[in-house]
T-cell receptor, first 113, second 113 residues
Framework: GESVGLHLPTLSVQEGDNSIINCAYS??????FIWYKQESGKGPQFIID?????DKRQGQRVTVLLNKTVKHLSLQIAATQPGDSAVYFC????????????FGKGITLSVRP | KAGVTQTPRYLIKTRGQQVTLSCSPI?????VSWYQQTPGQGLQFLFE???????NKGNFPGRFSGRQFSNSRSEMNVSTLELGDSALYLC????????????FGPGTRLTVT
């Protein structure tokens, strides 16, 4: 069955450095890949998505890269700030009649001051 | 614009009891999805409602059910609670069915003793 998984459970970075969070997926039929951020006590917050026919998409301080050859997704955060500390989830969605979001396990990003 | 609201925020129930959780989507949003979040299983899709009809369902037993009202508010019910049902239950809303960018509420923390 399809699954979306994360390589590492935790990531610690120095404030100001760039962060790279990686994710592997198995469903080649996914239409979109999405990154969510979840802070303590809150629900997941949409960060950025990328359509399956794209390789790269940039947002504000974030870049998502999609490598369909190796089924790999990454989220790059530039100049990481303390406010970026959270759990990050990658997710995939196949649009259509039975569409649903499938989430990865989550990785904790900890920013050191 | 108010975000997704969920009530109650915290709930403690005993095994065998039943529980009803409520979700009010963002004004104008017609699709409501429910997810269960646990440390072991991560975020798992329960079901999605659109225009008062269940459009998609995850792999959960029939003890988990839901409904959506004409004002798009949604409730989910869990009957005959088990210890393993202890989780954060998240509701997400979007304008249309199976939209990529869903907006999540803060969740209801259910503890079953």
């Amino acid at each position: 069955g399809e699954s979306v998984g994360l390589h590492l459970p935790t990531l610690s970075v120095q404030e100001g450095d760039n962060s790279i969070i990686n994710c592997a997926y198995s469903n080649s039929a996914s239409d979109y890949f999405i990154w969510y951020k979840q802070e303590s006590g809150k629900g997941p917050q949409f960060i950025i998505d990328i359509r399956s026919n794209m390789d790269k998409r940039q947002g504000q301080r974030v870049t998502v890269l999609l490598n369909k050859t190796v089924k790999h997704l990454s989220l790059q955060i530039a100049a990481t700030q303390p406010g970026d500390s959270a759990v990050y989830f990658c997710a995939e969605i196949t649009t259509g009649a039975n569409s649903k979001l499938t989430f990865g396990k989550g990785i904790t990003l900890s920013v050191r001051p | 614009k108010a975000g997704v609201t969920q009530t109650p925020r915290y709930l403690i129930k005993t095994r065998g009891q039943q529980v009803t959780l409520s979700c009010s989507p963002i004004s104008g949003h017609r699709s409501v999805s429910w997810y269960q979040q646990t440390p072991g299983q991560g975020l798992q899709f329960l079901f999605e409602y659109f225009s008062e009809t269940q459009r998609n369902k995850g792999n959960f037993p029939g003890r988990f059910s839901g409904r959506q009202f004409s004002n798009s508010r949604s409730e989910m019910n869990v009957s005959t609670l088990e210890l393993g049902d202890s989780a954060l239950y998240l509701c997400a809303s979007s304008l249309v069915l199976a939209e990529v960018g869903q907006y999540f509420g803060p969740g209801t923390r259910l503890t079953v003793t």
